[in-house]
């Protein structure tokens, strides 16, 4: 696989960053991915621009159901915010570079927050379809790291450190913002996988054995990415299918989008919750 050269990646980070400011004039401070069946969250920003993926240069796009595949800029809680309706997985066949992209060209825009969400299927058997997790750790078996390859010591350094990727600090005001709403937000460790496939029963046992609470095929590249720019990170992982093996039931992706209706609205307070309050 071709591991592209840091003159390679400035070239292409700087031309999508000049067609963006030329687009529009909004410097946003947060950067907010909406994941599978997550889109409504964008319904309560106050657009000022919408930009598609397929015309910002080197951009990558959206090929699942779900994902519109655009950047919407404007105000959130008050707050300067971008977000991607849609988002990139490995399994598209898109390179871990290309789906840290949007966010190394949209730090370099303005932002300094990350705030990630995802669907997920739960495996730990407290937790319940249509219910939040809120991520406090992460695991990655994608097989692949988007810092694989030569390093650009201008966006971070060769060895990031790991050990605090989502911010305490964000999680705290999280878990505030959720207490004070009513809302029941579990807190635990997301594993990413790299799918398509879901996984079989024996799979989940040895998932759950390594200590994962949820597993998904996503956020973990924009994670590192960001983690590697000293961006704060915030997470937050929708469940939508219960992965329990002793009782495991065939899942399609209605009943994902279904669930994921469900948690949305939990979701989508947690986060303008937590933007109001920075």
Do not use: W
């Not at 919408?50 to 090929?63: A, K």
């Not at 997470?235 to 209706?261: H, K, M, R, W």
Request: aromatic residues 6%.
């Amino acid at each position: 696989m071709h591991r592209e050269s840091v003159e390679e990646f400035r070239k292409k980070r700087d031309e999508a960053l000049t067609f963006l400011q030329k687009e529009t004039d909004e410097r946003p401070d947060y950067l907010v991915i909406l994941g599978t069946g997550l889109g409504d969250l964008a319904d309560e920003i106050d657009v000022e621009d919408s930009i598609s993926y397929s015309d910002i240069p080197h951009f990558p796009v959206s090929t699942v159901e779900s994902h519109a595949g655009r950047l919407l800029f404007g105000t959130l809680s008050g707050k300067n915010v971008v977000a991607m309706q849609g988002r990139f997985h490995y399994y598209e066949g898109y390179s871990m570079q290309e789906i840290a992209f949007p966010i190394r060209v949209i730090k370099e825009l303005s932002a300094n927050t990350l705030i990630v969400s995802n669907a997920c299927g739960g495996m730990n058997p407290n937790f319940g379809r249509g219910e939040i997790m809120l991520i406090n750790d992460h695991i990655n078996m994608l097989g692949d790291n988007p810092l694989i390859g030569p390093n650009d010591d201008e966006l971070g350094p060769r060895f990031p450190d790991m050990s605090d990727p989502y911010t305490e600090r964000l999680r705290d005001i999280a878990e505030q913002v959720a207490l004070d709403k009513g809302i029941k937000m579990h807190e635990g460790v997301y594993l990413a996988l790299s799918g398509p496939t879901l996984e079989t029963k024996a799979e989940y046992r040895f998932l759950r054995n390594i200590g994962a609470d949820v597993v998904g095929m996503s956020t973990v590249p924009e994670v590192i990415a960001a983690v590697h720019m000293s961006m704060e990170v915030l997470g937050i992982s929708v469940i939508t299918d219960e992965c329990f093996p002793d009782a495991l039931e065939p899942v399609n992706i209605e009943e994902v989008l279904e669930a994921a209706g469900i948690a949305e609205p939990q979701m989508t307070q947690v986060i303008t919750g937590v933007l109001k309050r920075l």
